[in-house]
């Protein structure tokens, strides 16, 4: 037999054995798309998450409070090892510009600073921190030596908003591969179980098969094939579920979620959430196959 024979063979096989057996695929189709949708929502807001830390890590700057007296070649060298450490922009404000900035918050009620006898507020440097330098680790170490500087009064960097956030991504993550584990190993007894199931009714058949010299992979193929589509199938299913439910969640008709939202949208990669999907989906349905076929297929 040619190779596009057995392929076909092979497809017609698996394909007829799901649409005669429908009960048993659909739970195992059913239990794959529970474990591939579960993993597709732990996706997003694992990315939700990263987003919203950056948009957060944009609006907060380091900034350090100077001393009235601090040196100005100690203060030179703080700016220039600031901006070398985080790879930054650093900026020196000045007590007016300060006091200015926040009457301009302030709005109407900034009216009365207007009329203070003294600025009481501080000379200070503003860190622009990028991307990779708004690690809560580095950032705290950072603080740690500056504020040990005699000249350093005070510094601020949304050190509790970056700690909670970061703590927030960690945990997520920890969860989502505890529960994928499980919901992995039970997605896969549930299709070793159908499997099994289906090489049960066909027993006699490829009893046949094995008397008229099929060899051991002839037979197991068809199998393997079954859980692929299984897995397919999951995958299109729990796809067209995430995208419905982020549809949802977009559409303002819930609150739920709404403080994660970036511009009323929420941060999805398309193509690597549907590439990770239809992986994960065949790759659970291959091993599925493989247990059933090598744990109780006699042949």
């Known amino acids: 037999m040619s190779a596009p024979a057995k392929l076909a063979y092979f497809v017609r096989t698996a394909v007829g054995s799901i649409v005669r057996s429908p009960f048993v695929h659909v739970i195992a189709v059913a239990s794959l798309s529970l474990s591939l949708i579960g993993f597709g929502v732990a996706r997003i807001a694992r990315t939700q998450l990263d987003a919203l830390v950056d948009s957060l890590g944009g609006e907060v700057e380091m900034t350090v409070y100077l001393a009235e007296d601090a040196p100005e070649a100690q203060v030179a060298e703080l700016e220039q090892a600031l901006a070398q450490r985080t790879a930054g922009e650093?900026?020196?404000?000045?007590?007016?510009?300060?006091?200015?900035?926040l009457?301009?918050?302030?709005g109407e009620d900034g009216k009365v600073l207007t009329e203070l006898p003294d600025n009481p507020l501080p000379w200070s440097l503003e860190v622009h921190l990028p991307k990779a330098a708004r690690d809560a680790a580095s950032l705290g170490d950072l603080a740690r030596k500056t504020r040990a500087l005699p000249f350093v009064t005070g510094v601020d960097y949304g050190e509790e908003a970056l700690e909670r956030l970061t703590l927030i991504a960690r945990a997520l993550e920890i969860a989502s591969l505890v529960v994928f584990s499980l919901v992995f190993l039970t997605a896969v007894i549930v299709v070793s179980a159908t499997l099994q199931l289906a090489i049960f009714a066909?027993?006699?058949e490829i009893e046949i098969q094995k008397l008229v010299g099929a060899t051991d992979r002839f037979v197991r193929l068809p199998f393997l094939l079954e859980g692929l589509l299984q897995g397919l199938l999951a995958a299109g299913l729990a796809l067209g579920a995430v995208f419905a439910l982020v549809r949802w969640l977009e559409s303002g008709q819930t609150g739920l979620l709404a403080f994660a939202r970036l511009d009323g949208r929420l941060v999805v990669q398309w193509p690597r959430l549907a590439g990770e999907l239809v992986g994960i989906g065949c790759s659970l349905g291959l091993v599925g196959s493989f247990i059933a076929v090598r744990r109780f297929l006699r042949v």
């Open 103 to 106: 009457a301009t918050q302030l």
């Open 90 to 101: 650093v900026h020196r404000v000045s007590p007016a510009e300060a006091l200015g900035r």
């Open 202 to 204: 066909r027993r006699e």
